[in-house]
C-alpha cells in the first residue's frame, strides 16, 4: 500500500528513480528483467561475400553483433526457430560494402593513413540498411541504423574490402548479452546516517571530510562550525569515518531495508523510461502467468 516510485534524474539514456515500499526479490527480479528480458533487435546472421581483412570472419560477425541498432522491437515478431531466409515481420536486413584504396590526392611525404588511404577505417556508419519485402511500406518513416556511427569495426589497407550481409532479428539477453537493452541496470539501498551527537568545529570539517562531497554539511550558527547531514543518499559507503577515534562512535551508519535507489543506463536502443515501462509489463505478465497456474491447480 506504501508502495511508490520517484523518478529522480533523467539525462539522455541515464535514469535514476527511487523504488520505495517492496521486498529484496521484486526489486532483483526488475533488474534480471531489465538485463535479460527486455527484447532488442541485434545482428544475428552474417553473410561474408568478401572479406580480405586481416580481420576473420568469426570475428568480424562477432564485432558486428555487438553494435547496438535503433529498432523499436515492439514493431517486429520473433523469428521462427530453423528459420533461414527471414520475413519483413521479422528481420532487419543491413550491408556493409567498403573497400580501401590509396588518396591520390596525399602527399609523398605523409605517413599519417587518414591522409595515404580512403575508407581504411570501417565504422558502423558504414551499415546501410536494405529493406526486405514491403518494409519500405510499412515503416516509411523509419531510420534503421546502429545507435552511434562511430564504432570503429575493422582497418584496411589499400586492397582490402569487406562485403558482407546482415540478418538483424528479435532477441532476449537471456539468450545473448548483445540482445541485451541496458549497458548497466543496477540498484543500491538507501543509506541512512545519523549524528549520535553534536559534531561541532574542527571535528565537523573532518567529518565532512569523510564523506563524498554534498553527504555533510558545515553550518555557521552563533559562531560555532557545527555539522548536519545535507544529503544522504550521496554517500558511498567508504566508512572512512571509522578510522578517526574521535568520530567513530559519534556516527551511526545504516540503510532503509524498504528503499531502493535505481539506476538504469540504456544502450540507447530505446530511451530508459521506455525500458523500465516494458520490464513492468513483462513483470506484471509473470504474476499473471504465476497466478493462472495457482487457479489452474485443482484444490484437495
Known sequence: QS???????????????????????IANAFRRILLAEVPTMAVEKVFVYNNTSIVQDEILA?????????????LFEYRNQGDQEGTEIDTLQFQLKIKCR?????????????????????????????????QTDLFPD????????????ALLRPGQEIDVLMHCVKGIGKDHAKFSPVATASYRLLPDITLLKPIEDEAAETLQKCFSPGVIEVQNIKGKKVARVA???????????????????????????????????????LPPDVLVSEAIKILIGKCQR??????????E
Not at 8 to 15: A, K, N, V, W
Not at 142 to 153: N, Q
Open 62 to 74: 562477432h564485432r558486428l553483433g555487438l553494435i547496438p541498432i535503433r529498432a523499436d522491437p515492439r
Open 231 to 269: 544529503n544522504a543518499r550521496l554517500d558511498t559507503f567508504s566508512r572512512e569515518v571509522f578510522r578517526h577515534e574521535g568520530l567513530k562512535n559519534l556516527v551511526r551508519l545504516a540503510r532503509v531495508r524498504n528503499h531502493y535507489i535505481f539506476s538504469v543506463e540504456s544502450t540507447g536502443i
Open 142 to 153: 523509419a531510420d534503421f541504423r546502429p545507435v552511434h556511427d562511430d564504432i570503429l569495426i
Open 290 to 299: 504465476f497466478l493462472n497456474e495457482l487457479d489452474s491447480v485443482p484444490m
Open 102 to 134: 590509396r588518396n591520390p590526392q596525399a602527399a609523398k611525404e605523409s605517413s599519417d593513413p587518414d591522409e595515404l588511404y580512403i575508407n581504411h577505417k570501417v565504422y558502423s556508419k558504414h551499415m546501410t540498411w536494405v529493406p526486405l519485402g514491403n
Open 3 to 25: 508502495f511508490r516510485v520517484d523518478v529522480i534524474r533523467e539525462e539522455g539514456d541515464t535514469l535514476e528513480f527511487d523504488m520505495v515500499g517492496i521486498d529484496a526479490a
